[in-house]
C-alpha cells in the first residue's frame, strides 16, 4: 500500500503564491511518475501538472508559465509551486503516484479569494 500526505492548501489573494507538497510513503520500491489533479464542483478532475521518474514534466495549458511542479526523489515528495493564482482555480487538489496503479491523495483544498 502507498500513502499520500498533502501539505500547503489554504486560503491565498488572487494573483499571489503558494506551494504545495506531498509526501509518499509505504510500499514504494521505485522512483514512480507523479501528478496533481484538481476538482471543482460540478467539473470533472482535471491534470493539473506530471512529472515522470526521470523527471520529465507536462503541464496543463492554462498553468504553463505560473505551476511549476518538481520532486525530491530522496524524500519521495512531489510538489507544486503555484503563482499568480486565479479565483477560478479555486479547487480541491489531489496529488498521485503510479506504482501498478494510480494512488490518490484525500485532496488539499486551495481558496484563491480576497
Known amino acids: 500500500q502507498v500513502q499520500l500526505v498533502e501539505s500547503g492548501g489554504g486560503l491565498v489573494q488572487p494573483g499571489g503564491s503558494l506551494r504545495l507538497s506531498c509526501a509518499a510513503s509505504?510500499?514504494?520500491?521505485?522512483?514512480?511518475?507523479m501528478g496533481w489533479y484538481r476538482q471543482t464542483p460540478g467539473k470533472q478532475r482535471e491534470l493539473v501538472a506530471a512529472?515522470?521518474?526521470?523527471?520529465?514534466?507536462n503541464y496543463a495549458d492554462s498553468v504553463k508559465g505560473r505551476i511549476t511542479i518538481s520532486r525530491d526523489n530522496a524524500k519521495n515528495t512531489v510538489y507544486l509551486q503555484m503563482n499568480s493564482l486565479k479565483h477560478e482555480e479555486t479547487a480541491v487538489y489531489y496529488c498521485?503516484?503510479?506504482?501498478?496503479?494510480?494512488?490518490w491523495s484525500k485532496g488539499t483544498l486551495v481558496t484563491v479569494s480576497t
Open positions: 509505504g510500499s514504494i520500491f521505485s522512483i514512480n511518475p
Open positions: 512529472i515522470t521518474s526521470g523527471g520529465i514534466t
Open positions: 498521485t503516484l503510479d506504482c501498478n496503479k494510480r494512488y
